[in-house]
């Protein structure tokens, strides 16, 4: 085996040098009763060129946007990717290390999650990032947690605009903390409705949850959402899960809120069905202290040169145990380096550019799709790169005939809302030719006809 | 001994943002082909403030700079004790980065998705056999969500049968997030002081009525297997409650012995360890989740099935946990340790077990005498030494600083608590002896320092890119962004 250097001579020559006869002495204190006493039942191992072909034919059996036109988002979007991100991550200095505990050999690694935390402070307006989170889901988990503990409060309002799988996540991590979780309604639309809201909300409310933009595409009033939750002493939590758009919108942190999570993945991540992506979390300077996950700080060393450190570590699980903010550990540092990189190439004017080309292609296609008879937009509010879209005949149809035109067309939304059972959700990102967009347009007027 | 530390040219490198130059583009765009659109002005920010403008020269250069202050386990042996940093494959890089299996969106339908699906159930299968579990859970993202999924399991079995249980036990010897993780479950935690192997009179002792489980990780922290794990599970099994055991240390076991048939209930793996993809400078991890038959209704969803000759995505069952992920999962980690298996097959996973067990055991034989070793029963994939013999005022901290400049990456220390001033060795079977006797003769030639020349362990590192950092400083004004000016 390529991976084990031991020879029979190495072997033969340890085990002298443990005063063992045989491998199986050094499994001495392994009861009899529970060895296994046949081999793993296990293919056999495959070669490199075996391996390889077996997984590229795995490969072809997916369809992605290489093979189709594709408008899947809702949570994971497909976006540029700068050739320089994986070669840079494939610099095994960096993808071969572990957590940096011991920051003399660790500075690489340390500085670009200070980097990483700098640029979340920037993009969302708040005052403090960690060194990343799971995903935006489970992010959105731990902003909820966190604001249950600093408020001392059990009851959480959830924007049924808020991407359902965030909900489902939050629900999972309340499962059993003895919390109140009720679904705050979306008005016409699309925004979450501020008159449920307000009926809602009371001075036992922890926080309120609702995406920027929320799961629907539409750009949540902030400003209005952190009034009426700051109004009870409750905090705002807004999920971030395309925050390519926030090249463009107003800074949570601008608008009031006091916990950010989102995720990181349209930052030069691939899709990977799904993971893994990076979660990225921000707070205000006074709740530092609250926060869960790793944090690095800027500190100086024994001859007084910049350097940094893992910092704050009281917070965490292997020095505060039961008591800890969390019970995070390893977290999604490479995917982190990932989005830092992507953010140092697009920058300032990047992130905006980008940011306005998902808005126009969005804008184009809303445009063509409304005048497609059968098919009609939901919400009027404003929307940034997605939409929802109701169609006359059954969604399950349009998008299985389109999908024969090689299109993936959206997301159905009945399986989370079954009062949107004739919708689906249609994302545009600048990855998205006119061409594609028009051949959506045709392919839906073809089926209207 | 040739000492593998040196210090060669070390390049300075500044903030991304100290070298940002209005104007200056590291990006492409194509030009828009659709007109341009606009939001209401009220919507939309001026700038992202303070946001940096590089070329893209800048930002390769930049993180190519930084990477090399880094060290890896490309770069050498780094004996993180639990951590079971392996080498990394090369072409497990490869596999995750074949196009289908890279850039497949997770909301693909199914039978659209087949390969990414195949490849899931495939894994899950071989997880499930190489741990002797009824079924496995891929979702959550690395070890600590895997055990907060395992917990949350354990507890959805006692509701199901109106069992109102408050407690969790956790012996000192199992891994530090245990604690954390049972308060998530909404559990009160119940230490048990164990020293060494974990007695059934310590388990009996603690074991009630409103205790839900025992928290295991076996083979434990000091290395040790549980040897009384089946007599233990019985006795938990008997009054009521379940044993979780953390799957952090499975590398000592493969092809040997499967925690499913010892009695455990439910036990999370850690892919980025025991399956060797990388650790990423501090993630991304995988940790499926393992359960009896018993537990398999309470498994997050939704899972992957197989449905005659189809794979699918399967809605989540009335009586699960719920989802702990937004998609399924670590996935392109998941390619990574299919790889990995794939490429050991049966007979060299049992290998790498017994060549991970060897190596920890010849450190032990060359350190034992020359470091303390508190334990004396056989090692696993790990050994545990203290501070205790060491001359010259010196302690954990310094052996590890000092080994910095001898060229390794130190052990794991101040863990497990149970040892004071532990120095825990976990060498992994990717290491050959010579490289083992090169740590080696550095750890003597360390110890021997300590009592003739002790400022060389106070001092150290010194060929490192910076010296020890002032860490209290860090902690008390705490600095943790870049500002202009500032």
Known sequence: ?449 | MTIVGTSGLVLNEKLLFEHSDPGRKGYSLPKLDVPAARLADDLCRKEISGFPELSEVDVVRHFTRLSTWNYGVDSGFYPLGSCTMKYNPKVNEVAARIPGLASVHPATPSHLAQGSLELMYRLQGALAEISGFAKVTLQPAAGAQGEFAGMLVIRAWHEARGSKRSKVLIPATAHGTNPATASLTGYDVVPIASDGVLTLEEVEAHMNDDVAALMVTNPNTLGLFETNIEAICKLVHERGGMVYCDGANLNALMGIARPGDMGIDVMHFNLHKTFSTPHGGGGPGSGPVGVTEELIPYLPGPGVELDGENYRIESTKADSVGRMMAFHGNVGVMVRAYAYIRSMGPSGLKHASEMAVLNANYVRARLEGVYDLPYKSRSLHEVIFSDKDLEGDCHTLDVAKRLIDYGYHPPTIYFPLVVKGAIMIEPTETESQEVLDEFCDAMIAIAGEARDNPDLLHQAPVRSRVRRLDETTAARKPKLKWEKGA
């Open chain 1, 1 to 449: 085996m390529r991976y084990i250097p031991h020879t029979t001579g190495d072997v033969t020559e340890m085990l002298e040098r443990i005063g063992v006869a045989s491998l199986g002495d050094l499994f001495v204190e392994v009861p009899e009763s529970v060895r296994l006493k046949r081999p793993l039942d296990l293919p056999e191992e495959a070669s490199e060129t075996e391996l390889l072909r077996e997984l590229k034919a795995l490969g072809v059996k997916n369809a992605t946007a290489e093979t189709h036109k594709s408008f899947l988002g809702g949570g994971a979007y497909h976006h540029f990717i700068p050739t320089v991100i994986d070669l840079l991550i494939s610099r095994s200095e960096f993808y071969t290390a572990y957590t940096p505990y011991q920051p003399e050999i660790s500075q690489g690694t340390l500085q670009a999650v200070f980097e990483f935390q700098t640029l979340i402070c920037q993009l969302t307006g708040m005052d403090a990032a960690n060194a990343s989170m799971y995903d935006g889901a489970s992010a959105c988990a731990e902003a909820v947690l966190m604001a249950m503990r600093l408020t001392r409060r059990k009851r959480v309002l959830l924007s049924k605009a808020l991407n359902p799988r965030y909900r489902a996540v939050v629900a999972t991590y309340c499962r059993y903390l003895k919390m109140e979780l009720i679904d705050v309604a979306v008005a016409d639309d699309g925004r979450t409705d501020l008159e449920d809201l307000a009926a809602k909300l009371d001075d036992a409310t922890a926080a309120v949850v609702a995406g920027y933009p929320n799961y629907f595409g539409v750009i949540e009033d902030v400003a209005a959402l952190s009034e009426k939750a700051h109004e009870v002493g409750a905090k705002l939590i807004t999920a971030v899960a395309e925050p390519v758009a926030l090249g463009l919108l107003k800074s949570p942190g601008e608008l009031g809120a006091d916990i950010v999570a989102g995720d990181g993945q349209s930052f030069g991540l691939p899709l990977a069905f799904g993971g893994p992506y990076v979660g990225f979390f921000a707070v205000r300077q006074k709740d530092v202290r609250g926060m869960p996950g790793r944090l690095v700080g800027e500190t100086t060393d024994l001859e007084g040169q910049r350097g940094f450190v893992l910092t704050l570590a009281t917070r965490e699980q292997h020095i505060r145990r039961e008591k800890a903010t969390s019970n995070i550990c390893s977290n999604q540092g490479l995917c982190a380096l990932m989005a830092t990189i992507f953010m140092s190439l697009l920058g300032k004017q990047g992130l905006r550019e980008m940011a306005e080309q998902n808005l126009a292609k969005a804008a184009y296609a809303r445009q063509q799709l409304s005048a497609v008879k059968g098919f009609s937009l939901v919400f009027d509010g404003p929307a940034f790169n997605e939409f929802v879209v109701r169609s006359e005949a059954p969604v399950a149809e349009v998008l299985a005939r389109l999908e024969g035109e090689g299109i993936l067309a959206g997301i159905p939304l009945g399986e989370d809302y079954p009062e949107l059972a004739d919708c689906f959700l249609v994302c545009v990102t600048e990855q998205n030719q006119r061409a594609e967009i028009d051949a959506l347009v045709a392919a839906l007027q073809g089926g209207a006809a």
